[in-house]
């Protein structure tokens, strides 16, 4: 089967091209081979590869930088997101589309269902729910949306490289304790969005999807800390304080509480480990070389 992976140069997008390369016929395009906010371009690609499964896992995802760049979000997110469902519907192709918690406000006090209302905070977040909404309406036949949360994976921009980063090179660091969410590695959320592709009962659906559990930033920057210590022992690691949001101001404003309902794509792709098992499993197995600076390793 022929399948189109957009944003190939990303976190999801790496990890994606990895596992469906035994499995598919797979063209994965850049975000210099393909822009999907050039709707001719999109057009282009799809006439040129003729994908039966297409995931979008491009996006503009610099989420305080959007407040700035209200445009270029939109652009990516938005008109690009309708690019590619205007072109799966045009085609016949099955299209899976991803999306964020930050749809969300945060006050809920139990995690959202995928029918929740969204009502978005900052600029990337309506970008991402205006992307949505532009997929089921050009594409409800052939798209599913999975939303996920908290993303991390080996050699991306994410959270987890970045503590392990600051941990190796401060004496201190003070990390937010009241925005709780769940941490997700790009392994599974690659591993679920290749089998929602082959699950026709997931078509015109929104989903949502996370490794299991809960966790505030410092929870997860603390399970970091205790791991590295265990993996680099002989290194000196930065101690963590917890702080409120308010002491640690930010461009975009985020959900307080952003856990997403999962039952539904559980039933339909299983369920995803804790997120600590799999942060054991990424930071003691994985390569070190992915996800420390070669400098840092000691
Ligand atoms: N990261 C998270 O915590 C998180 C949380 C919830 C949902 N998500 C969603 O998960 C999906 C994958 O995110 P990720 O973590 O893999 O993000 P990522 O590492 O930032 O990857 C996104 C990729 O899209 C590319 N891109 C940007 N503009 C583009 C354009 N106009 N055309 C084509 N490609 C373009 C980026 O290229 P450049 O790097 O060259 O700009 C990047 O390679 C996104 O839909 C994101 O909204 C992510």
């Given at each position: 089967m022929?399948?189109?992976?957009?944003?190939?140069?990303?976190?999801?997008?790496?990890?994606?091209?990895?596992?469906?390369?035994?499995?598919?016929?797979?063209?994965?395009?850049?975000?210099?081979?393909?822009?999907?906010?050039?709707?001719?371009?999109?057009?282009?690609?799809?006439?040129?590869?003729?994908?039966?499964?297409?995931?979008?896992?491009?996006?503009?995802?610099?989420?305080?930088?959007?407040?700035?760049?209200?445009?270029?979000?939109?652009?990516?997110?938005?008109?690009?997101?309708?690019?590619?469902?205007?072109?799966?519907?045009?085609?016949?192709?099955?299209?899976?589309h991803?999306?964020?918690?930050f749809?969300?406000?945060?006050?809920?006090?139990?995690?959202?269902?995928?029918?929740?209302?969204?009502?978005?905070?900052?600029?990337?977040?309506?970008?991402?729910?205006?992307?949505?909404?532009?997929?089921?309406?050009?594409?409800?036949?052939q798209?599913?949306?999975l939303?996920?949360?908290?993303?991390?994976?080996?050699?991306?921009?994410?959270?987890?490289?970045?503590?392990?980063?600051?941990?190796?090179?401060?004496?201190?660091?003070?990390?937010?304790?009241?925005?709780?969410?769940?941490?997700?590695?790009?392994?599974?959320?690659?591993?679920?969005?290749?089998?929602?592709?082959?699950?026709?009962?997931?078509?015109?659906?929104?989903?949502?999807?996370?490794?299991?559990?809960?966790?505030?930033?410092?929870?997860?920057?603390?399970?970091?800390?205790?791991?590295?210590?265990?993996?680099?022992?002989?290194?000196?690691?930065?101690?963590?304080?917890?702080?409120?949001?308010?002491?640690?101001?930010?461009?975009?404003?985020?959900?307080?509480?952003?856990?997403?309902?999962?039952?539904?794509?559980?039933?339909?792709?299983?369920?995803?480990?804790?997120?600590?098992?799999?942060?054991?499993?990424?930071?003691?197995?994985?390569?070190?070389?992915?996800?420390?600076?070669?400098?840092?390793?000691g």
């Amino acid at each position: 089967m022929r399948l189109l992976i957009t944003g190939a140069g990303g976190q999801l997008g790496r990890t994606l091209q990895r596992q469906a390369a035994p499995h598919f016929e797979v063209t994965a395009t850049t975000r210099e081979q393909l822009d999907i906010g050039d709707a001719e371009a999109v057009q282009a690609v799809f006439r040129a590869t003729r994908p039966a499964l297409v995931i979008n896992a491009a996006a503009y995802t610099a989420v305080d930088r959007a407040e700035s760049e209200p445009e270029l979000a939109q652009r990516v997110n938005a008109d690009g997101a309708a690019h590619m469902a205007r072109e799966a519907a045009r085609t016949g192709a099955r299209l899976l589309h991803v999306s964020t918690d930050f749809v969300f406000d945060g006050q809920a006090c139990a995690p959202y269902p995928p029918d929740a209302s969204t009502r978005p905070l900052g600029v990337y977040g309506r970008s991402k729910r205006d992307g949505e909404q532009a997929v089921m309406q050009h594409a409800p036949e052939q798209a599913t949306i999975l939303r996920t949360a908290w993303v991390y994976g080996p050699g991306g921009h994410n959270f987890v490289r970045t503590m392990l980063r600051l941990l190796a090179e401060k004496p201190a660091l003070s990390v937010v304790s009241d925005q709780i969410g769940t941490p997700t590695h790009t392994e599974g959320l690659a591993a679920a969005l290749l089998a929602l592709g082959g699950i026709d009962a997931s078509r015109g659906c929104i989903l949502h999807w996370t490794d299991s559990g809960v966790a505030s930033w410092y929870d997860l920057a603390m399970a970091t800390r205790t791991l590295a210590a265990r993996r680099w022992p002989k290194r000196p690691l930065a101690e963590i304080t917890p702080i409120p949001t308010r002491d640690w101001p930010t461009p975009a404003h985020r959900p307080p509480y952003s856990v997403l309902d999962t039952a539904a794509t559980r039933e339909l792709v299983g369920t995803p480990p804790h997120w600590q098992v799999r942060l054991e499993r990424a930071l003691l197995h994985d390569a070190a070389e992915e996800w420390l600076p070669e400098a840092a390793i000691g």
